[in-house]
């Protein structure tokens, strides 16, 4: 499957240092938006190639005379968290969303009630509940809509894909928590729906450790079931990591850090901590988790945003079949710091005491 990286408006917007709604009014020809950087912006865009995706338009130039329609997106799968960041991406995009939980997605009549909704596309992610999910991807058949996937689960499903690089992430994670003076990283990896994601982060942990030997780094590692709130493998995990004399605690999954926490970890003074993968609003899915945790962000709009680009020229085309050659688009780590993983190189050692001259 071909990587192919997508530019998206607030990519566009990072690299000229402005913002979303810069963007979106200098490429409209909107006022309120000076002159100098209108043509900044225009420059940027040109160089890059980068194309406004503006379904609304194309959809109202095919309907003259018609009241413009905003394609309308669905998103099967995913949180109440990352739903709320679907529809942030399809408002700034130019499409109207619809979220669909894995609950409602086993439903036997779910297609036909999408079409009856005049749904225009699909966005499946593939992260989590495979069997809710299965059911509705076997239920599909390729003329109904077109169809992005978010993750490497449901394998079967060969369309257009977004994920994060688990290699990559795993691997920038131990950088940092080492470059901040840790020399012994006890790693919880998390077993996920991709076996190929699996193997890539064990085999991130492992190079990591041999490649770091010389140094003095070490890295342990256990697997655990995403999110276990269970007392007994927490309490079995904090007595794992208190034997195992590291000075810091690298969960895969966030949400396995305030299970550690009640069941009696201390971070940081105890020990110190960080995620592989850390949402951007810590407190919107954990209220009340009240530490500043380092990780890499998990880049959750970005990836819609670069579905919703993929789809608004099928959608616009209208394309109903599954890609001949399906675009990979890979999803790169962004590291956030945190007060949860201490900097150790910045605290100077104190001044060796002098004798009074006689």
């Known amino acids: 499957m071909p990587t192919s990286p997508i530019l998206t408006s607030a990519e566009l917007a990072r690299r000229a240092g402005v913002s979303t709604f810069t963007v979106s009014r200098a490429l409209s020809g909107k006022s309120g938006v000076s002159e100098s950087t209108r043509q900044r912006v225009l ?7 980068y194309r406004p ?4 338009a194309w959809l109202g130039q095919r309907r003259r005379g018609a009241a413009p329609k905003y394609p309308l997106v ?10 709320s960041l679907f529809l942030e991406a399809c408002r700034d995009q130019g499409f109207s969303g619809l979220w669909v939980s894995h609950h409602e997605a086993s439903r036997a009549n779910l297609w036909r009630e999408l079409h009856a909704r005049g749904v225009d596309g699909v966005i499946i992610d593939g992260r989590g509940h495979p069997s809710e999910l299965a059911t509705a991807v076997r239920r599909l058949r390729p003329e109904m809509y077109p169809v992005v996937k978010i993750g490497r689960g449901l394998p079967t499903l060969r369309t257009h894909l977004i994920r994060l690089s688990a290699f990559d992430y795993m691997w ?3 950088e940092q928590v080492a470059a901040r003076g840790y020399r012994k990283i006890a790693v919880i990896l998390v077993t996920s729906v991709s076996p190929l994601d699996n193997s890539a982060r064990l085999g991130a942990v492992l190079s990591f450790a041999e490649s770091k030997r010389a140094e003095g780094i070490r890295c342990l590692w256990t697997e655990v079931p995403a999110y276990n709130s269970q007392d007994g493998t927490n309490a079995r995990l904090v007595r794992w990591i208190r034997r195992s004399g590291a000075d810091a605690v690298l969960a895969m999954v966030w949400g396995h850090i305030p299970f550690l926490r009640d ?3 201390r971070f940081p003074d105890e020990i110190a901590c960080a995620a592989v993968i850390r949402p951007e609003d810590i407190e919107s899915n954990w209220p009340g988790f009240g530490l500043d945790l380092a990780g890499c962000r998990t880049r959750e709009k970005d990836g819609f945003e670069r579905a919703l680009a993929l789809l608004g020229p099928m959608i616009a085309s209208s394309g109903r079949s599954l890609p001949a050659d399906p675009v ?4 790169e780590p962004e590291w956030v710091h945190g007060a949860s993983l201490p900097d150790r190189t910045r605290l100077s050692p104190p001044p060796p005491s002098q004798s009074p001259i006689s």
């Open 74 to 83: 669905a998103f099967i799968g995913g949180s109440n968290w990352s739903s």
């Open 263 to 265: 069941a009696g970890l």
């Open 43 to 49: 420059a940027l865009a040109h160089s890059l190639g």
């Open 328 to 331: 990979e688009s890979v999803l």
């Open 53 to 56: 995706n503006l379904p609304a």
């Open 172 to 174: 920038v994670a131990l």
